[in-house]
């Protein structure tokens, strides 16, 4: 039960938070980019969960090409019909859905992701069940 409770906080806080991120950054945002911040940051959690001891450049290169794989996919999946973003004016895009610059900024996002990634593992596994 703490594991889908830990899922369900980082989904949600990636889901708010990367909204937030992109208001502040580009000034608009799509629901389809809390589904993607969400994912993108229950895959980096579970990156920082498996390998806890990696050193942080490691989870960080592995979290930035997990959030990459999952623009990727929302890119296929929404910004081809919402048209949320476009990379196409960017060195080395991939169908204007992902580009390396994109993925290096994810690289740097990761860094303060991993230490709230354990901030919320650790104050989950010392929270007392709930009963409902």
């Not at 090409?65 to 060195?91: M, S």
Request: contains cysteine; glycine residues 12%; hydrophobic residues 45%.
């Amino acid at each position: 039960m703490k594991n889908k409770r830990e899922y369900g906080e980082t989904a949600l806080v990636g889901g708010v938070g990367y909204c937030v991120l992109e208001m502040a950054w580009r000034g608009r945002t799509h629901w389809s980019m809390a589904l993607a911040g969400g994912a993108g940051f229950a895959a980096a959690h579970h990156i920082n969960r498996l390998f806890p001891r990696a050193p942080l450049w490691r989870r960080c290169l592995m979290g930035s090409a997990a959030i990459t794989a999952v623009e990727l996919a929302a890119g296929c999946l929404f910004n081809k019909k919402h048209q949320v973003w476009d990379y196409t004016g960017r060195p080395g895009n991939l169908g204007g859905q992902i580009c390396p610059l994109y993925s290096l900024l994810w690289f740097l996002l990761c860094i303060p992701l991993c230490g709230l990634s354990t901030a919320i593992r650790k104050k989950i596994s010392h929270s007392a069940p709930r009963t409902w």
